[in-house]
């Protein structure tokens, strides 16, 4: 019989039989919502002939939803102290492999190639709050031959992942994953479908990752390193982080704003991302 693993007296007899205690530096919540990762696992394409990457295992629900639908699974898991309760939630399931290790030193992209050998790929992960964006930005960034990425996040960071640029809510990091990414808020998921409870709801954010790069590499850079510093200071008039961050004269950024179509006294979040392409052309040039 299969164990309920989002049942909260399977889950702390778990614990307390393996000696497991939560880490909170790891912003470890434990799902006890049944009807969350079956749907985070169809909604992030999950299919026949389709492998999936699983960042966080947790105790194994959504891992387990994952290979229900998916050819293979390989899981990266931070925490060695959930090992032997994976190899008992994970018991039998031959097309499932966990690695140990902290996803921001592993080659994702080798790792894909050496388990998946080219095989259509998802990204599915539920993500503590403190390494949301650094995980995001190094799947989008490392540029895996990956289909989507879904992703629960606190809700806050969801709002922010899906705000559209030249929006109230949008920060650099919606910049950039509308950059990589097309961004869709899927659902929302109340904090009562955690253990322990945390303080926010949560949300599952599906990013379509664009096959095409939209600019060469040395515009691509130049974007980041403008919308970084026009972020750092957002309130802000764009020219101030932007003469300091390439030590120009406000004068003469304000010349290239012009140039490009922008009002020289725009800040950050009032640019489309087209804005900002139109300024990485033109640092570049220059």
Known sequence: MELQLTNIGVIKELFSRHGFSFTKSLGQNFLINPSVCPKIAEFGGCA???????????????????????????????????????????????????????????????????????????????????????????????????????????????????????TRECGAISYAVNYYSVPKLLFKVNRGSFMPAPNVDSAVVRLDI????????????ALFRIIRAGFSQRRKQLANPLSAEFNMPKTQIAEILQTANIKPSARAEELSLEDYFSLARIFCDK
Not at 68 to 86: M, N, Q, S, T, Y
Not at 210 to 221: C, G, I, S, V
Request: charged share 30%; hydrophobic share 45%; aromatic share 4%.
């Open 210 to 221: 664009r096959t095409e790069k939209m600019l060469p590499e040395n515009e691509e850079q």
């Open 48 to 166: 026949e002939n389709v492998c999936a990457l699983e960042i966080g295992t947790g105790i194994g629900v959504l891992t387990r939803e994952l290979a229900k639908r998916c050819d293979k699974v390989v899981a990266v898991e931070i925490d060695e102290g959930l090992r032997p309760i994976l190899e008992e939630t994970l018991e039998g399931l031959d097309n499932v492999e966990v690695i140990f290790a902290d996803v921001m030193q592993t080659d994702l992209a080798a790792v894909l190639e050496e388990k998946f050998g080219g095989k259509e790929t998802v990204v599915c992960a539920n993500l503590p709050y403190y390494i949301t964006s650094p995980v995001i930005m190094r799947v989008l960034e490392s540029r895996l031959p990956v289909k989507a990425m879904t992703v629960m996040v606190q809700k806050e960071a969801a709002d922010r992942l899906c705000a559209a640029p030249a």
